[in-house]
């Protein structure tokens, strides 16, 4: 599996080494380029009460007068309409909400599985529905084993007990991620860092890599997929100063030695191509330039997304994107695929260069397994 990571990672180093020149001149000439990534969020319905999200609030505070989440028909009707469009896709990210809410889950993978057959394709969970997600998980094993599963996990015990705002969430989340790694996929797990949890970096890190789950990391974010505008609670001066100490073991994380490095007042160099590469779908089929901004750029329903991606206005987006400072992962991950040269210069810097290379070499070979 290394050896096939490393020519994965090498291949796709060189190929996105290539690409970042022409995508440049391509956005600054206005001109239209088929999408890399997709996220899409099949639902916004929630069954944590988490501290830093508010997502489970949307259905009733924000609802889609008349409209449904997209079924797994439509979404097929979509793919096949805009399949020239979606060509070039390389991974589709599913998220919510919690996904497994949706009774017809398993559908949406078959379907985006059928359509786009060479497309990787990883699905983010809270655990708690560990019967049901454990039995979905099972039919999805059945035609397409090589889907990346993701559980979060904000603390050890009761404190993500607390953040998630569910009692005994820490054991379902546990007991999840078991049962599917049993079920041999390849799980992955993000701690949101927070006030409440922004001292168990290390420890949730370490209790996962016993586990053979790959472990990451990130900020409270504040966004229109969380609906919490205004909610999202700096760090103090002590907690800030935790958070960097806990970093630093991950110096060969392009994404957390970064975070550091953002924590630290250093500036992003990594260009954003949110809404240009990437685009993240709401669950009722709304196209956005990603999982932060809430504008719609247009309806798939209603209309083929190359034309709702070439609209004047999704264009005045992506010139407003273009000096993005967040350092949200979701999308950070996708522009450093696409621009790779930032990360580059970051690994030149960088005295962990083997660490580094071994982490990516791994998780490359674990995308490729079975392809």
Known sequence: MAGKGTLNLLWGGIKASLRQPWL?????????VKPLFLDYAVTWRCNARCQMCN???????????????????????????????????????????????????????????????????SLVSNGLLTERILT???????????????????????LHDQVRGVPGAFQRALATMRGALELGFTVTSGLTITPHNYHQIGPV??????????????????????NNQGRAVGLDARQRAEVLRQLEPFAHHYYMDNLRQQLL??????????????YFLTPFG????????????????KKPFARIAHHPRSWRLRRELADCTCWSQCEVKKSAAVAPWSVLA????????????RHYTTKSGLWARGR
């Open 55 to 121: 997502t489970w609030r949307r259905p009733t505070e924000h609802p889609q007068t008349g409209e449904s989440e997209l079924s797994p028909g439509e979404l097929d009707a979509i793919l096949a309409r805009d399949a020239d469009f979606l060509g070039a896709v390389e991974k589709v990210g599913l998220t919510g909400g919690e996904p497994f809410l949706r009774p017809d889950l398993v559908e949406l993978v078959r379907v985006l599985h059928r359509r786009l057959p060479q497309v990787r394709i």
């Open 136 to 158: 979905a998980l099972e039919e999805i094993r059945s035609f397409f084993p090589d889907l990346v599963f993701s559980v979060s996990l904000d603390g050890l015990g009761e």
């Open 205 to 226: 890190a370490e209790m996962l890599a016993q586990m053979g789950v790959d472990f990451s990391c990130n900020l409270q974010e504040q966004g229109a997929n969380f």
């Open 286 to 301: 709304e196209v956005c330039v990603c999982n932060l901004i809430g504008t719609s750029l247009g309806s798939l329903r």
């Open 24 to 32: 440049a001149w391509r956005r600054r000439r206005g001109l239209l």
């Open 265 to 278: 007042g250093r500036p992003r160099t990594l260009p954003c191509y949110a809404g240009f590469t990437s």
């Open 346 to 357: 970051w690994l030149a810097r960088n005295p962990r260069k083997g660490e580094f290379l």
